[in-house]
């Protein structure tokens, strides 16, 4: 293993394997909601020629179920698995069934966000017909409270930051009857959602295979932004049960690298964050469920500033392709790594890269160099 101080490298995570876990359900679930459509796929040959190497892919997340973003797999997921245990009835019942008894029990929905997770667990409890009450952090733009709210959420300000906003929502739905708290953080006593959440996610990576054996390539490499680590997660649980295992690269904004301070410490550690443009990783915990698979299984670790994915966003746009900061980090990512001797090995001639495009274009302010 080595590091410095924007990158960490595990050599050891190469051969590293994990059983393959029957998700089937889960897809299922996923194509019987409405307006199910596997996402894009998007090949950038220009880029993988000035990379020199075989293959880029963009994994384009920008309009998932209507939503701007891959959350809604494991919010969705996440949710109907806490509805259906809370109320007794099979991982097999009916969606409507569940929405009907979630009503006459008059449950709601709880959540903290930093923008996407609470829109898609909002857009849940509406196709659910059930409330939902969101905790933002104080300094969340108004914007974004408004696209949450639109789903039909309320919003509750924090005092704090995205911690702070988990813990108020937390206490909130633990004295108020029938509120279930549906988040991606695991902690202390709070594993079994954030659980489902990462395996709802396994839906886009499933099309994602898909998707390249329609062009007859294998990924070598896929990279993945990192808010509190359930994508990532997810991420590693696939490609290490993969016949041909795939390397993973992480990326966070260089304000907010709670993974990657806690792989250089070798135990999970709490960051204080700064402000960035990739506003839905500015965490500054990595999920307790997601923490040891992470530990095991990434194979680099990587930040960036909010001005690179900003170039990545750009250059994106010319690519016909709309992301927002979170997505262009990938990008980001990958130019790093092309420039870094140390990750060389990460990519050759022969080489298939996936990037994971997590959000659709928002506005943002452009951040200078």
Same mark, same amino acid.
């Given at each position: 293993?080595s590091?410095?101080?924007?990158?960490?490298?595990?050599? /050891? &995570?190469?051969?590293?394997?994990?059983?393959?876990i029957?998700?089937?359900?889960? %897809? /299922?679930f996923h194509? &019987?909601?409405? /307006?199910? +459509?596997?996402?894009?796929?998007?090949?950038?040959?220009?880029?993988?020629? @000035?990379?020199?190497?075989? =293959?880029v892919?963009?994994?384009?997340?920008?309009?998932?179920?209507?939503?701007?973003?891959?959350?809604?797999?494991?919010?969705?997921?996440?949710?109907?698995? +806490?509805l259906? %245990?809370?109320?007794?009835? $099979? &991982?097999?019942?009916?969606?409507?069934?569940?929405?009907?008894k979630?009503?006459?029990r008059?449950?709601?929905?709880?959540?903290?966000?930093?923008?996407?997770?609470?829109?898609?667990?909002?857009?849940?409890?509406?196709?659910?017909?059930? $409330?939902?009450?969101?905790?933002?952090?104080?300094?969340?733009?108004?914007?974004? %409270?408004?696209?949450?709210?639109?789903?039909?959420?309320?919003? =509750? %300000? #924090?005092?704090?930051d995205?911690?702070?906003? *988990?813990? @108020?929502?937390?206490?909130?739905? @633990?004295?108020s009857?029938?509120?279930?708290?549906?988040?991606?953080?695991?902690?202390?006593?709070?594993?079994?959602?954030?659980?489902?959440?990462?395996?709802?996610?396994?839906?886009?990576?499933?099309?994602?295979?898909?998707?390249?054996?329609? *062009? @007859?390539?294998?990924?070598?490499?896929?990279?993945?932004?990192?808010? *509190?680590? !359930?994508? &990532?997660?997810?991420?590693?649980?696939?490609?290490? #049960?993969?016949?041909?295992?795939?390397?993973?690269?992480?990326?966070?904004?260089? !304000?907010? $690298?709670?993974?990657?301070?806690?792989?250089?410490?070798?135990?999970?550690?709490?960051?204080?964050? /700064?402000?960035?443009?990739?506003?839905?990783?500015?965490?500054?915990?990595?999920?307790?469920?997601?923490?040891?698979?992470?530990?095991?299984?990434?194979d680099? +670790?990587?930040?960036?500033?909010?001005?690179? !994915?900003?170039?990545?966003?750009?250059?994106?746009?010319?690519?016909?392709?709309?992301?927002?900061?979170?997505?262009?980090?990938?990008?980001?990512?990958?130019?790093?790594?092309?420039?870094? $001797?140390?990750?060389?090995?990460?990519?050759?001639?022969?080489?298939?890269?996936v990037?994971?495009?997590?959000?659709?274009?928002?506005?943002?302010?452009?951040?200078?160099?």
């Amino acid at each position: 293993m080595s590091s410095n101080g924007s990158m960490y490298i595990n050599a /050891n &995570a190469a051969t590293e394997r994990l059983d393959d876990i029957d998700t089937s359900a889960i %897809r /299922n679930f996923h194509r &019987a909601l409405p /307006n199910y +459509a596997p996402t894009p796929l998007l090949a950038l040959p220009e880029l993988a020629h @000035e990379l020199g190497i075989r =293959a880029v892919f963009v994994k384009d997340e920008s309009n998932r179920f209507g939503l701007p973003s891959f959350k809604v797999l494991g919010a969705s997921w996440g949710c109907f698995c +806490a509805l259906t %245990r809370h109320l007794g009835l $099979p &991982a097999s019942a009916d969606l409507l069934d569940v929405s009907a008894k979630a009503v006459s029990r008059k449950l709601s929905l709880v959540a903290a966000t930093e923008g996407n997770h609470g829109r898609a667990v909002a857009f849940m409890a509406r196709v659910l017909r059930i $409330p939902a009450r969101i905790h933002v952090p104080y300094s969340m733009n108004a914007q974004t %409270r408004d696209l949450i709210a639109s789903e039909g959420a309320f919003i =509750a %300000r #924090s005092r704090g930051d995205y911690d702070d906003a *988990v813990s @108020e929502a937390f206490s909130h739905a @633990e004295e108020s009857s029938g509120a279930l708290f549906i988040q991606d953080t695991a902690f202390e006593g709070y594993t079994d959602v954030p659980r489902w959440i990462v395996q709802g996610y396994s839906t886009m990576l499933k099309e994602i295979d898909e998707q390249l054996a329609q *062009v @007859e390539v294998e990924a070598d490499l896929m990279v993945s932004p990192v808010g *509190v680590g !359930s994508l &990532a997660h997810a991420v590693v649980q696939h490609c290490k #049960s993969r016949k041909k295992p795939v390397r993973v690269a992480t990326v966070e904004p260089d !304000s907010a $690298p709670c993974l990657l301070r806690s792989l250089q410490a070798g135990a999970p550690v709490t960051v204080k964050t /700064n402000d960035t443009i990739m506003d839905g990783m500015n965490c500054g915990t990595v999920s307790m469920t997601a923490w040891a698979d992470l530990h095991r299984l990434v194979d680099v +670790a990587v930040t960036v500033s909010s001005y690179e !994915s900003h170039e990545a966003v750009d250059f994106l746009a010319g690519e016909h392709i709309l992301t927002g900061p979170c997505g262009g980090a990938s990008l980001a990512a990958l130019r790093r790594f092309q420039a870094q $001797p140390s990750t060389s090995s990460l990519l050759g001639e022969a080489s298939v890269v996936v990037l994971l495009s997590t959000e659709g274009s928002r506005e943002y302010i452009a951040p200078s160099k």
